[in-house]
């Protein structure tokens, strides 16, 4: 079964850091490139950072670029989302997502180019 899993949410104060997890279990990730979503109540799910398969480049959405950082393991077929000096307004699920149709031919953030994802987890900034 083809299953990503989403890890490493929760509370945390504003200021405060966070490292989500990835991890597939069922495909090897190391084809795929890997996208990070979060959907805040009563928005649109949104794509936040991006991993290339292939030369490994990155690319952020503007709000949390400088702040968050992602990453891949290949050895340990996972990838993290480190996410720093976290704000309110970061509170939301966080969904990993990844997809193998490659050349890319839609933009890294369309939802609709990714074939597998997780179920999310909950991250909480609050004081």
């Known amino acids: 079964q083809l299953q990503l899993v989403e890890s490493g949410g929760g509370l945390v104060q504003p200021g405060g850091s966070l490292r989500l997890s990835c991890a597939a279990s069922?495909?090897?990730?190391?084809?795929?490139?890997i996208g990070w979503f979060r959907q805040a109540p009563g928005k649109e799910r949104e794509g936040i950072s991006f991993?290339?398969?292939?030369?490994?480049?990155?690319d952020y959405v503007a709000s949390v670029k400088g702040r968050f950082t992602i990453s891949r393991d290949n050895a340990k077929n996972t990838v993290y989302l480190q996410m720093n000096s976290l704000k309110p307004e970061d509170t939301a699920v966080y969904y990993c997502a990844a997809s193998g149709r490659l050349p890319r031919t839609m933009s890294w953030s369309s939802r609709g180019w990714y074939d597998y994802w997780g179920q999310g987890t909950q991250v909480t900034v609050s004081s």
């Open positions: 991993i290339a398969n292939s030369d490994g480049r990155t």
């Open positions: 069922g495909f090897t990730l190391d084809y795929y490139a």
